[in-house]
């Protein structure tokens, strides 16, 4: 069983940064793809950014503003949002793959005024 804590989040500028952190508890490991989707009303849940085994991966409308680390002694992803536009506005969710299971975090609402 792998439970999931996020933290950051909150409402920004356009052009501002903020910062998510997700710790995962139980058994992960560096190969577990670990990351970042988002959703708002009424569409599907979407990638953001994800990165297993150090590689990371970025959905076309955030690479080169948004950057995911991972602390593997830690169990934690982080996700640095820069330059933040107003459709990036949403609910973000922490996301890894584990044992064969998705686990998802409870979500943090991330809110950009333009």
């Known amino acids: 069983q792998v439970q999931l804590m996020e933290s950051g989040g909150g409402l920004v500028q356009a052009g501002g940064s903020l910062r998510l952190s997700c710790t995962a508890s139980?058994?992960?490991?560096?190969?577990?793809?670990m990351g970042w989707y988002r959703q708002t009303p009424g569409k599907q849940r979407e990638l953001v950014a994800l990165?297993?085994?150090?590689?990371?991966n970025y959905a076309d409308s955030v690479r080169g503003r948004f950057t995911i680390s991972r602390d593997n002694a830690k169990n934690t992803v982080y996700l640095q949002m820069n330059s933040l536009k107003p459709e990036d506005t949403a609910v973000y969710y922490c996301?890894?793959?584990?044992?064969?299971?998705?686990?998802w975090g409870q979500g943090t609402q991330v809110t950009v005024s333009s």
């Open positions: 996301y890894v793959r584990a044992q064969s299971l998705n686990y």
């Open positions: 139980g058994s992960i490991f560096s190969f577990n793809p």
């Open positions: 990165v297993s085994g150090g590689t990371p």
